[in-house]
């Protein structure tokens, strides 16, 4: 995963950074991650703001793991 975490279903991230101009996410909004495609690097999040933007790790959008789930959840990229 070149360095990327095993992201989970569940986990909890906040934004360090992304350029995306079309969203008002902010650094430090908090979210929970819903699905992660390691092979894409692309991580599906529900933001606490109500957006589902999903972060292009590979592109240059930045998150950190806040709180990892707490449950035996299956990784994010496992199907459910």
């Known amino acids: 995963m070149s360095g990327q975490p095993g992201y989970r ?3 909890r991230i906040a934004l360090e950074y992304t350029a995306d101009p079309h969203t008002r996410l902010q650094p ?6 819903t ?3 390691p092979k894409l690097s692309q991580l599906s999040v529900r933001w606490d703001s109500g957006s589902t933007l999903a972060m292009l790790l590979h592109d240059g959008d930045r ?3 806040i ?3 707490s449950t035996p ?3 994010a990229d496992e199907p459910a």
Not at 28 to 33: A, F, L, S
């Open 63 to 65: 998150v950190r793991l």
């Open 9 to 11: 279903r569940g986990d």
């Open 73 to 75: 959840a299956r990784r």
């Open 35 to 37: 699905g992660y495609d």
């Open 67 to 69: 709180t990892p789930t």
């Open 28 to 33: 430090g909004d908090q979210g929970t991650v």
